[in-house]
T-cell receptor, first 111, second 115 residues
Framework: GQNIDQPTEMTATEGAIVQINCTYQTSGFNGLFWYQQHAGEAPTFLSYNVLDGLEEKGRFSSFLSRSKGYSYLLLKELQMKDSASYLCAVRDPTGGFKTIFGAGTRLFVKA | GAGVSQSPSNKVTEKGKDVELRCDPISGHTALYWYRQSLGQGLEFLIYFQGNSAPDKSGLPSDRFSAERTGGSVSTLTIQRTQQEDSAVYLC?????????????FGPGTRLLVL
């Protein structure tokens, strides 16, 4: 089967660091994406990992371990505008290259 | 336009009616996806078009749902005999090619409410 698990909600303080975990079980694997979605808006691309390791992009970093079926998104120096849902998605080439999305993690950043 | 556009932005319909949702992808993007997102939920894959290949319809929830893509550009998602459980936001996304980092660019969505 295909399954992507993320925590439902997280709360963190402005200026702090937060790590959002994602575990996946898919038939195949051809890359993992993180998207940010503000309430009432469409998702926007944050990061992409296809090889093991850490990808850093400004305040955001994403890590992947293919052997463990695990990824995390690390957000540093949190800002109030980072309050959003963060969607983990896996591209599965089995039977077609569709992208499977997790339910998302709602992050609340408090002052 | 510069981004993916969808119309209508909101649609209210009565149970049993048919609806058509439209997506205009970014010019030149060969891949087009339809997703459904219920309130507070993640994205549910519906259908995927890539160039001239046969679409991947594996996510369509029932035979009331169909989609087509004319001329490799605009796509229409049709829901026949709508049911209340069809109420959701329908998101369209496009991407430039079938490469490694196939970033999907999403449209603003169509909010469908079936009464």
């Amino acid at each position: 089967g295909q399954n992507i698990d993320q925590p439902t909600e997280m709360t963190a303080t402005e200026g702090a660091i937060v790590q959002i975990n994602c575990t996946y079980q898919t038939s195949g694997f051809n890359g993992l994406f993180w998207y940010q979605q503000h309430a009432g808006e469409a998702p926007t691309f944050l990061s992409y990992n296809v090889l093991d390791g850490l990808e850093e992009k400004g305040r955001f970093s994403s890590f992947l371990s293919r052997s463990k079926g695990y990824s995390y998104l690390l957000l540093k120096e949190l800002q109030m505008k980072d309050s959003a849902s963060y969607l983990c998605a896996v591209r599965d080439p089995t039977g077609g290259f569709k992208t499977i999305f997790g339910a998302g993690t709602r992050l609340f950043v408090k002052a | 336009g510069a981004g993916v556009s969808q119309s209508p932005s909101n649609k209210v319909t009565e149970k049993g009616k048919d609806v058509e949702l439209r997506c205009d992808p970014i010019s030149g993007h060969t891949a087009l996806y339809w997703y459904r997102q219920s309130l507070g939920q993640g994205l549910e894959f519906l259908i995927y078009f890539q160039g001239n290949s046969a679409p991947d319809k594996s996510g369509l929830p029932s035979d009331r749902f169909s989609a087509e893509r004319t001329g490799g550009s605009v796509s229409t998602l049709t829901i026949q005999r709508t049911q209340q459980e069809d109420s959701a936001v329908y998101l369209c996304a496009s991407s430039s090619d079938f490469g490694q980092q196939e970033t999907q660019y999403f449209g603003p969505g169509t909010r469908l409410l079936v009464l």
